[in-house]
């Protein structure tokens, strides 16, 4: 199983980027899928769960409304469109994949096998 996460870099605060984190040797379409990330000397944080269906399960506050995530299970891609960035979003940022008999969705590390390695995210002016 490898979990590939790509699209990081630096941005200015208020530009847009997208993550995308290709995944290989999973069900894909039976898993729930999720973005966290962790800053310099932070805990990894919960960013956004989505369920099979690509349903925004749940998002962060701090995130709430300039963030997105979506998948295309045609393609195993897992995608993070993240809008109106600010100095704060500035981290590492890991997707992560779960089987999921029921179609759900967790927000919790532990609830996830399988992980990417992690894509670093400057904004910075």
């Known amino acids: 199983v490898q979990l590939q996460a790509s699209g990081g870099g630096l941005v200015q605060p208020g530009d847009s980027l997208t993550l995308s984190c290709a995944a290989s040797?999973?069900?894909?379409?039976?898993?729930?899928l999720a973005w966290f990330r962790q800053a310099p000397g932070k805990d990894r944080e919960f960013v956004l769960a989505i369920t099979w269906g690509g349903k925004n399960a749940a998002v962060a506050d701090s995130v709430k409304g300039r963030f997105a995530g979506s998948r295309d299970n045609a393609k195993n891609t897992l995608y993070l469109q993240m809008n109106s960035l600010k100095p704060e979003d500035a981290a590492v940022y890991y997707c992560?994949?779960?089987?999921?008999?029921?179609?759900?969705?967790?927000?919790?590390?532990?609830?996830?096998?399988?992980w990417g390695q992690g894509t670093l995210v400057t904004v910075s002016s």
């Open positions: 992560a994949a779960r089987w999921d008999v029921s179609g759900g969705y967790s927000d919790r590390e532990d609830g996830f096998q399988y």
């Open positions: 040797g999973i069900m894909f379409s039976r898993c729930s």
